[in-house]
């Protein structure tokens, strides 16, 4: 079992920063995949970014790239998310996800989820 708690979100501007972590405890961090997703009011739950465990490989969703940066600490079980550039259109709940196995975008692959923190850029 692994426990993923979120934090860092907020109330922001349109071309402000924002970093995201997600400690998690439990199993060993180490060997999980980690993943950001977000939700916004009345849509799907989509995939931000992702990372393997060892922090080597990441992969981030084309609305993302250039302004977001996936990384982990894996001696403080942390997984983050630094937003910069932010948009209206990135105001959601922002959720961190675990796999040993898996690091795409397919959320119902992952299997432990936090409880998510929320985004909102104001305009």
């Known amino acids: 079992q692994v426990q993923l708690v979120e934090s860092g979100g907020g109330l922001v501007q349109a071309g402000g920063s924002l970093r995201l972590s997600c400690a998690a405890s439990?199993?060993?961090?180490?060997?999980?995949?980690m993943g950001w997703f977000r939700q916004g009011p009345g849509e799907e739950r989509e995939f931000v970014a992702s990372i393997s465990w060892s922090g080597g490989s990441t992969y981030y969703a084309d609305s993302v790239k250039g302004r977001f940066t996936i990384s982990r600490d894996n001696a403080k079980s942390t997984v983050y998310l630094q937003m910069n550039s932010l948009k209206p259109e990135d105001t959601a709940v922002y959720y961190c996800?675990?796999?040993?196995?898996?690091?795409?975008?397919?959320?119902?692959?992952?299997?432990?989820w936090g409880q998510g923190t929320q985004v909102t850029v104001s305009s």
């Open positions: 996800a675990a796999d040993r196995e898996y690091r795409g975008s397919r959320a119902a692959r992952y299997d432990y």
């Open positions: 439990g199993r060993i961090f180490s060997s999980y995949h």
